[in-house]
């Protein structure tokens, strides 16, 4: 395995590729089998990756180490533009991972203050919004990125990447929304529609909860650091709340890496899903013939690919 | 909330029934709305639920506390057997949680062995095999329990529950198998297909790996405790092995539940898939209504619902 090989097999364990990783018993690909992924990542060019914009990346700080989401813009301008001034006016630091439950979501929140935050607090603050239009679905634009998948969906009419992010549509309604994968970052708010406002945020963290899609407000996806939240204890309070306040995980802090000193900024790139090389990565996830696959699965489900992330030195 | 209610609340919490639980901001039902799960739950009749076979049932012993597994002895005759003999020989006492990938597997096996375990170890324990014939499918018999979900599936002809254990089948080519879901527990094996023997098992602690169906042998699923293994720390070696030894999780002890004084044993029932309250809480799953969900989702995936657990006093 040369070095650039080992920095791709590392990268593919530290970041969101654990769907597209090996059998349950790793064996080394022969010279007639199917790629691998990392043989896969390692021929790719420079140019099919793009380094996320700093302003769209979150860097949250726990004890354990650090959590990277990207947002999306597109898909939920006026939730990541609260988010984002939340994070500047400091909204988070000092609160807590409040709910971990198993197969399902950690989410983090004010544990003092109701479903949605402490809204006083919130409008204390100055410029970020205790309440806002849901953003559940957007239109279908000419100009968005599709990246669309062939094997179709159970949930949606049409599923691909939009920008990279896992991504449903339908074209009959003109609606496209991000869908709840492993790893989907999104904004928990009570009944109305409209009582989310970002500083109450939730990560999927098992089988992915496709029954939310439309249903919440889909703003990213983590990126790096998932084990930080995946691997926390469970909770055992109703709907995995921890039912004691020790039980809970310290956010020391949350920043936009773009406000962060250069050399700690998160040193990614994300494989874009429109290059040669994400299309052939489908193929060969969809079609595995190697020494280990006896029947290939013949299909890829939106859930069970991500966009790869690497670090770069 | 009344003290039934606050049991099957608890329960749901416990058990396998996370991917059927509350939507991220928990709130009450209203008299109007789609029943809750624990709602459903509470009003199903004790002949609804079955008490496993303890034949049937694997405890395994961390220091965290224990993970019980329900086998399948119909999908996998030789594979459970081969498992249960390996249980009374003590072959799994004193190994190791190996190897917990994030989104992947969480799997156990001798440290100190190659894939599939010390071989000439088994052997000389007596009874167990070293190698057995996959079971990676089987046919479909007329006897064999079906309960088809009606929304289809991307990886199979037809899915549904056998024996309450998520299932697949291929009428065409009168095959069926059990499907990897979150909480699914399969042999491991080397590349030639009859390398597995039971000594080294996974459990799926992320997305539902569907890809691994009919390629490796499922012998059945976890049934309580599973946060025991999705919360172990991630392994950074190679496919998420752990790097250095002193990471991995010790396995205090496995055995068959029948094997364990009766005050030890694991006292739960599981809700019958073929009962009026499984279809029910298959329908409140599909079609949701209530103050929260704005779009119910239509749909339910085969691993985005399974057979409730619970504990019994």
Redesign the interface.
């Known amino acids: 395995m040369n070095i650039t090989a080992k920095i791709f097999?590392l990268v593919a364990?530290?970041s969101c590729l654990?769907?597209l990783?090996?059998?349950?018993?790793?064996?080394p690909p022969k010279s007639k089998d199917t790629p691998s992924v990392a043989q896969v990542l390692s021929e790719s060019k420079g140019s099919e990756w793009r380094r996320p914009d700093p302003e769209n990346l979150l860097v949250m700080r726990l004890s354990s180490g650090r959590v990277v989401m990207e947002l999306d813009p597109v898909y939920a301008p006026l939730h990541v533009a609260n988010i984002r001034t939340l994070v500047r006016e400091h909204y988070f630091d000092g609160l807590a991972i409040v709910r971990?439950?198993?197969?399902?979501?950690a989410?983090w929140d004010d544990p003092d203050a109701d479903?949605?935050g402490d809204r006083q607090r919130i409008r204390s603050l100055g410029e970020a919004k205790a309440t806002l239009p849901?953003e559940?679905t957007r239109p279908i634009g000419g100009s968005l990125p599709w990246v669309r998948l062939p094997?179709?969906?159970?949930?949606a009419p049409e599923v691909g990447f939009s920008d990279d992010f896992p991504a449903a549509r339908d074209p009959a309604a003109h609606e496209t929304w991000l869908v709840h994968?492993?790893?989907t970052l999104?904004v928990?708010?009570?009944?109305p529609?409209d009582s989310g406002n970002g500083s109450?945020l939730?990560v999927a963290i098992?089988?992915?909860?496709?029954?939310?899609?439309?249903?919440?407000t889909v703003v990213g996806r983590v990126v790096a650091g998932?084990?930080n939240l995946?691997?926390?204890?469970?909770g055992?309070g109703?709907?995995?709340f921890y039912a004691h306040p020790q039980e809970r995980t310290p956010i020391l802090d949350i920043r936009v890496a773009a406000d962060l000193p250069r050399a700690q900024r998160p040193n990614i790139e994300i494989l874009r899903t429109d290059s040669p090389t994400f299309r052939r990565l489908l193929e060969v996830?969809r079609n595995?013939h190697d020494?280990?696959?006896?029947?290939p699965?013949?299909?890829?489900?939106i859930?069970?690919v991500a966009a790869p992330v690497r670090d770069v030195p």
Chains 1, 2 share one sequence.
Request: charged share 25%; with cysteine; proline share 11%.
């Open positions: 097999a364990l530290l654990p769907a990783a090996g059998a349950p018993k790793g064996t971990v439950q198993d197969d399902f979501v989410q479903d949605g849901p559940f094997d179709g969906d159970l949930y994968c492993y790893g999104a928990a708010r009570d009944n529609p109450a939730y098992g089988q992915a909860p496709r029954r939310l899609d439309r249903n919440l998932m084990e995946s691997a926390l204890p469970r055992h109703p709907l995995g996830t595995r020494a280990f696959y006896v029947t699965p013949g299909k890829v489900d859930c069970a």
